[in-house]
Nanobody
Framework: EVQLVESGGGLAQPGGSLRLSCTAS????????MSWVRQAPGKGLEWVAT?????????YPDFNGERVAYISRDNTKNTLYLQMNSLRPEDTATYFC??????????????WGQGTQVTVSS
């Protein structure tokens, strides 16, 4: 059974940082690309980042400005990470860890974690 368990969310102040983690089990973690997707209150799902199976390539949405979220993975620990810096209230959302169907970029997502809540507020 595929399981994705996120952790690391919580309350952060504007300008602060958080690192989210996702521990995976039930599949060969190092064979699949993994993603982070978020959902802000009252809004739809928003793709945040994807990392390929071996961690050598990443994908992010097109964005004008300084990137403040970085995806990484440790295949020896079956763990996915999202480092978020310079947090803003607009980053308040539930963050989901998502498995994709292939090792590369651009493939469908098939399994989701339960999500971890991030709230950015002073």
């Amino acid at each position: 059974e595929v399981q994705l368990v996120e952790s690391g969310g919580g309350l952060a102040q504007p300008g602060g940082s958080l690192r989210l983690s996702c521990t995976a089990s039930g599949f060969t973690f190092g064979s699949y690309a993994m993603s982070w997707v978020r959902q802000a209150p009252g809004k739809g799902l928003e793709w945040v980042a994807t990392i390929v199976d071996d961690g050598r390539r990443t994908g992010y949405p097109d964005f004008n400005g300084e990137r403040v979220a970085y995806i990484s993975r440790d295949n020896t620990k079956n763990t996915l990470y999202l480092q978020m810096n310079s947090l803003r209230p607009e980053d308040t959302a539930t963050y989901f860890c998502v498995k994709t169907t292939h090792g590369g970029l651009g493939y469908p997502m098939d399994y989701w974690g339960q999500g971890t809540q991030v709230t950015v507020s002073s």
